[in-house]
């Protein structure tokens, strides 16, 4: 048998092919990823406050019949509906997004009622959708007013085979009252939540002065009102300035009070911590900063939480102050937190832009106006057509025997009553389909008063369409009754929860406060080492070193303190004690601590104390005298104090004490002259303390002229008290020392 075999051609690509470069497809194309994800996705809508995965989940429980009176669904049919006719994305993140609508810590008003395990404010997740139900609350319900009364437009879902609404008739303001999230392509948005009753009385004054103030307006809607509660402490100014543009941020404090125990012991109880704050997390890091000893103050920490909050925190001792304690709190941990707020929303245009506190409201009460003329339009339609068919009916009445001979002799009964009677098609379908018991003469008393009532509803609703004040008022009418039911009185979970403060006093709280002060022992060796061993240890006693290393300092300190290191180019450095590492090993190269080059050495470590003056020298020899509040470094990089040229360097530097100051160089001459003649200065190179034909200045000190000159030798300490033959002024250049002098040309 032969084959006969035909070899396909190649095959290329179909359809529209154009040559486009490689940038200008990839910036077409993420401009428009970047245009979805603003506007489907991340920013809400200022009219109903809500994003498209929320507005369709509302819808999908309205068509579920989901209201607050009817009985629960499982989450898992709702998240089904929305994904499969709505929202074609993730069930996770939609089922989030429905859990998120109900938790009350969570959302200000919750938009959906759950039964089940929708997670707590300790940041445990929900159960699975399968095991959680939901309906509608009641503010969902007002959110969905008027849906079916052609109020809002609708469009084609996803797959075109169902509608969906764009947006919703929304008779609360939902985006200042519940507030919301959202981080897009290059802009975010962040709207802390509102109190509603507070925001209804707001719209009311907007409605009667419409270009009032906003100052006016942030008296009615003083600040946000956090589901979690809190305190917020912002001065009014400052809130002000937020609302004026849009943009800005408030701190909001966890409320606590003081509870008294027995012996004047206390404790402090946290009964609200700030908006979107993770209590367990909270709490396990005061735990973190309370091993690592910064929170001095505290002693332990303790979760006794059931439904409500009530999170214990322990002082040291009764003698610290509870503000003082709680100021340390705020400084340190999230018990203070910082809400930020950009009113980044999308328009009625659907442009996205920044709108301040009077143009949310605008936005909504205009949207609000259309919601009304279409409700009212649709009314009037629905009117029309029912009095069409009530005079259709009373025309059937009038001429009941005519009526029921053409149907039952006419072959085209329909075509009969329209040219007999003048009727319309619809009057005389509805004469056609009307049952037999409707003939009694009640039910046509009943028509007569029907149209009659219906008649009186139209020429009001003419009225409110040609009436442009009366539909304000109408409105206005509406947005009391919605404050009324949301009120305070109505319900107590609608009161105000979040309380609103000026700016506290700011507490002076020393920085060694947040160190926990404890003895150490500063070693600081002849090759850079430097290290704090735990507790006071005997400065005779033993301490390791590196091969050919040996101590240069050793001091008592506390945590608490600071160390001042005196370096010979001339700068000081300031490191804390407690940063310094532990006793165990050689300790570290202080150069890793502090920016100083391996051409340069520490030559002078002391304890900083206020109020200490010290001598510093070259090796040029001069010097001045410089306060200790002068030489604190904030930086690693040191403070210069003493300058010096290329071919100089600081070569020594004592504590002021006495009167006197004596001065040896390396030619091992010692001078001795008042220390009134050396200036007090806090830079510079200072004045000329001795001069030397060969080398330099080797060491200094000052010391009390009755009391004599010390110095070390040895072991052994020697004071000269007769001193005349080395007595001069400054910047001479003084005779050799006394005998027995050391031969380092040292005092110590």
Same mark, same amino acid.
């Given at each position: 048998?032969?084959?006969?075999?035909?070899?396909?051609?190649?095959?290329?690509?179909?359809?529209?092919?154009?040559?486009?470069?490689?940038?200008?497809?990839?910036?077409?194309?993420?401009?428009?990823?970047?245009?979805s994800i603003i506007m489907s996705r991340s920013l809400p809508d200022v009219r109903d406050g809500l994003k498209p995965v929320h507005r369709r989940l509302l819808f999908a429980m309205r068509q579920l019949k989901l209201d607050p009176d009817q009985g629960y669904k499982k989450c898992a049919r709702v998240i089904g509906d929305v994904i499969g006719k709505y929202h074609p994305h993730g069930d996770q993140s939609v089922y989030n997004a429905l859990v998120r609508l109900a938790q009350e810590f969570a959302v200000r008003y919750p938009l959906v009622d759950g039964q089940g395990n929708f997670g707590n404010i300790d940041g445990d997740n929900p159960a699975a959708m399968r095991y959680t139900e939901a309906r509608m609350t009641e503010v969902a319900t007002a959110i969905l007013e008027g849906i079916d009364e052609d109020s809002?437009?609708?469009?084609?879902?996803?797959?075109?085979?169902?509608?969906?609404?764009?947006?919703?008739?929304?008779?609360i303001p939902n985006l200042l009252a519940n507030g919301a999230e959202g981080i897009a392509v290059g802009m975010a948005c962040s709207i802390p939540p509102h109190n509603l009753e507070e925001l209804c009385t707001a719209l009311i004054h907007l409605i009667k002065f419409p270009n009032a103030i906003i100052g006016?307006?942030?008296?009615?809607?003083?600040?946000?009102?956090?589901?979690?509660?809190?305190?917020?402490?912002?001065?009014?100014?400052?809130?002000?300035?937020?609302?004026?543009?849009?943009?800005?941020?408030?701190?909001?404090?966890?409320?606590?009070?003081?509870?008294?125990?027995?012996?004047?012991?206390?404790?402090?109880?946290?009964?609200?911590?700030?908006?979107?704050?993770?209590?367990?997390?909270?709490?396990?890091?005061?735990?973190?900063?309370l091993i690592a000893r910064k929170l001095p103050f505290l002693d332990d920490i303790r979760d006794e939480s059931a439904e409500d909050i009530r999170i214990v925190l322990e002082p040291k001792n009764r003698t610290i102050e509870p503000e003082m304690l709680m100021e340390q709190m705020f400084k340190l941990t999230e018990l203070e937190s910082r809400f930020s707020m950009n009113m980044n929303v999308l328009d009625a245009d659907n442009t996205p832009r920044v709108m301040n506190l009077r143009e949310v409201l605008t936005a909504f009460l205009d949207h609000r106006h259309e919601v009304l003329m279409r409700r009212t339009k649709f009314r009037l339609r629905k009117i029309e057509n029912r009095m069409e068919m009530l005079e259709g009916y009373l025309i059937a009445y009038l001429n009941l025997d005519e009526v029921i001979r053409i149907i039952r002799e006419e072959d085209d009964a329909k075509a009969s009553l329209i040219k007999k009677f003048k009727l319309t098609e619809n009057q005389a379908e509805a004469i056609l389909n009307m049952r037999l018991r409707s003939l009694r003469?009640?039910?046509?008393?009943?028509?007569?008063?029907?149209?009659? %009532?219906? +008649?009186?509803?139209?020429?009001?609703?003419?009225?409110?369409?040609?009436?442009?004040?009366? &539909?304000? !008022?109408? =409105?206005?009418?509406?947005?009391?009754?919605t404050k009324k039911k949301f009120s305070a009185k109505a319900n107590p979970a609608?009161?105000?929860?979040?309380?609103?403060?000026?700016?506290?006093?700011?507490?002076?709280?020393?920085?060694?406060?947040?160190?926990?002060?404890?003895?150490?022992?500063?070693?600081?060796?002849?090759?850079?080492?430097?290290? %704090?061993? +735990?507790?006071?240890?005997?400065?005779?006693?033993?301490?390791?070193?590196?091969?050919?290393? &040996?101590? !240069?300092? =050793?001091?008592?300190?506390?945590?608490?303190?600071?160390?001042?290191?005196?370096?010979?180019?001339?700068?000081?450095?300031t490191i804390p004690c407690d940063k310094?590492?532990?006793?165990?090993?050689?300790?570290?190269?202080?150069?890793?601590?502090?920016?100083?080059?391996?051409?340069?050495?520490?030559?002078?470590?002391?304890?900083?104390?206020?109020?200490? +003056?010290?001598?510093?020298?070259?090796?040029?020899?001069?010097g001045f005298i410089v306060k200790s509040e002068d030489v604190i470094a904030q930086t690693k990089g040191g403070k210069q104090i003493l300058n010096v040229k290329a071919d100089d360097e600081a070569s020594a530097i004592c504590v002021v004490e006495g009167d006197s100051v004596a001065v040896i160089g390396d030619n091992r001459k010692l001078l001795l002259f008042p220390l009134d003649e050396v200036p007090e200065m806090t830079r510079g190179r200072g004045v000329i303390l001795q001069r030397y034909k060969d080398g330099g200045l080797r060491d200094i000190k000052t010391f009390t002229k009755a009391e004599g000159l010390s110095w070390k030798t040895g072991d052994k300490t020697r004071t000269e008290t007769d001193l005349m033959a080395w007595e001069g002024k400054r910047a001479q250049a003084g005779r050799l020392p006394p005998k027995g002098f050391s031969r380092s040309n040292k005092f110590s």
């Open positions: 048998m032969n084959a006969t075999t035909k070899s396909a051609g190649p095959t290329g690509p179909t359809g529209d092919i154009r040559d486009t470069r490689l940038a200008d497809a990839i910036s077409e194309r993420y401009l428009s990823y970047a245009l809002v437009d609708f469009r084609e879902t996803y797959d075109g085979e169902d509608k969906e609404p764009i947006v919703m008739p929304s008779s006016k307006l942030v008296d009615m809607v003083p600040g946000p009102d956090f589901p979690t509660g809190g305190i917020l402490v912002e001065d009014a100014d400052v809130i002000a300035a937020a609302y004026k543009t849009g943009r800005g941020g408030f701190r909001v404090r966890a409320r606590w009070e003081v509870e008294k125990l027995k012996r004047g012991q206390y404790q402090i109880i946290i009964t609200e911590i700030p908006y979107q704050i993770q209590k367990s997390r909270l709490i396990e890091k005061i735990a973190e900063l003469k009640l039910e046509e008393i009943e028509i007569k008063s029907e149209h009659d %009532a219906l +008649k009186k509803e139209r020429a009001g609703l003419n009225k409110l369409i040609k009436d442009k004040d009366l &539909r304000w !008022k109408n =409105i206005s009418a509406e947005i009391a009754e609608y009161k105000r929860r979040t309380e609103i403060t000026s700016a506290p006093e700011i507490i002076d709280i020393p920085v060694d406060a947040f160190i926990e002060k404890e003895p150490v022992t500063v070693v600081f060796s002849e090759k850079g080492w430097i290290k %704090a061993a +735990k507790g006071h240890v005997d400065l005779d006693a033993e301490v390791k070193y590196k091969d050919g290393d &040996r101590a !240069k300092f =050793i001091m008592h300190a506390e945590t608490t303190d600071k160390l001042l290191l005196f370096a010979t180019n001339g700068r000081f450095y310094l590492p532990g006793g165990r090993g050689f300790g570290e190269p202080v150069r890793l601590m502090i920016d100083l080059g391996n051409e340069h050495d520490i030559i002078g470590l002391f304890l900083y104390k206020p109020e200490v +003056k010290y001598l510093t020298a070259s090796n040029a020899g001069r």
